[in-house]
């Protein structure tokens, strides 16, 4: 069945960097569009990156254009997000989505941007 | 994408039934769907491309879009629906609503 598996979240300073990683497992990951989705404490869905099936094409949210990069390894069957210069407007639980329209999401990874 | 506008609140009562709004999908075209989202979980697709429902998912569920509104219907309201509802338009990016909370009375 369809498995995603974020990884990498944590407590962080403000001003400092992280990675987060999305292990996907059964279906043909290089395949599908993959998202980003954050949602911050009490608070709604934001989108914040897409990364095409092939890794060539990747569109931001303005909050985090600049800061953030969405990357996959299709060999690995992986999603990234390196996420610098971060600001406690990030702090959020970081969930990965598949397809164009979120298909099945992951369990979520939470940030915390605290001094 | 432009914002898309839900209602913060809904109720409902055990079996009757329950619409949830979302206005500003008039240019997303059949690219509209819906999540539910419990406490502490992760959200869960309901309603693809308008009104699509993934295999799993009971027909109590239903969506439609009119103009510059699309629409979730829950009928047969069970105590299990009580949740966080967010409408969504996707091309490219995804473009979601404030969410809506469903409590059953």
């Known amino acids: 069945q369809v498995q995603l598996v974020e990884s990498g979240g944590g407590v962080v300073q403000p001003g400092k960097s992280l990675r987060l990683s999305c292990a996907a497992s059964g279906f043909t990951f290089r395949s599908f569009h993959m998202h980003w989705v954050r949602q911050a404490p009490g608070k709604g869905l934001e989108w914040v990156a897409i990364i095409w099936y092939d890794g060539v094409n990747k569109y931001y949210a303005d909050s985090v254009k600049g800061r953030f990069t969405i990357s996959r390894d299709n060999s690995k069957n992986t999603l990234y997000l390196q996420m610098d210069s971060l600001g406690a407007e990030d702090t959020a639980v970081y969930y990965c989505?598949?397809?164009?329209?979120?298909?099945?999401w992951g369990q979520g990874t939470l940030v915390t941007v605290s001094s | 994408q432009s914002a898309l506008t839900q209602p913060r609140s809904v109720s409902g009562s055990p079996g009757q039934s329950v619409t949830i709004s979302c206005t500003g999908t008039s240019s997303a075209y059949n690219y509209v769907s819906w999540y539910q989202q419990h406490p502490g979980e992760a959200p869960k697709l309901i309603i693809y491309n308008v009104n699509k429902r993934p295999s799993g998912v009971p027909d109590r569920f239903s969506g439609s879009n009119s103009g510059n509104t699309a629409s979730l219907t829950i009928s047969g309201l069970q105590a299990e629906d009580e949740a966080d509802y967010y409408c969504?338009?996707?091309?490219?990016?995804?473009?979601f609503g404030g969410g809506t909370k469903l409590t059953v009375l």
């Open positions: 969504c338009s996707y091309s490219g990016s995804l473009a």
């Open positions: 989505a598949r397809n164009d329209y979120g298909d099945y």
